[in-house]
Nanobody, 127 residues
Framework: QVQLVESGGGLVQAGDSLRLSCAASGRTFSTYNMGWFRQAPGKERDFVAAVSWSGSNTYYADSVKGRFTISRDNVKNTLYLQMNSLKPEDTAVYYC????????????????????WGQGTQVTVSS
């Protein structure tokens, strides 16, 4: 079992940066593909970014491409999301998630069923 705890959220102004972290318990973090999702008030949870178990492959939603960077440290058992040039529309609760499926060339992080989820961290961007 994996427990995920997000941190790093907060209130910032448009154009600012934040780095979210997701600390994972257990020794098997390095075997999971990891993702970031977000949910704004009154909206469904949306895919933001994902990274393969090795860190070699990354995926981004079009809305964050070029502004956000996902990374992981398999020694520290931590997933990161560097968010630059933040916009008010980035305001949401951000969740990290772990996926145990076997990574293949046609891996689609939007379609897999994630095994574990964190409780989320609030990001608020004021205009």
């Amino acid at each position: 079992q994996v427990q995920l705890v997000e941190s790093g959220g907060g209130l910032v102004q448009a154009g600012d940066s934040l780095r979210l972290s997701c600390a994972a318990s257990g020794r098997t973090f390095s075997t999971y593909n990891m993702g970031w999702f977000r949910q704004a008030p009154g909206k469904e949870r949306d895919f933001v970014a994902a990274v393969s178990w090795s860190g070699s492959n990354t995926y981004y939603a079009d809305s964050v491409k070029g502004r956000f960077t996902i990374s992981r440290d398999n020694v520290k058992n931590t997933l990161y999301l560097q968010m630059n040039s933040l916009k008010p529309e980035d305001t949401a609760v951000y969740y990290c998630a772990a996926d145990s499926s076997f990574f293949t060339n046609d891996y689609d992080p939007r379609k897999v069923r994630y095994d574990y989820w964190g409780q989320g961290t609030q990001v608020t961007v004021s205009s």
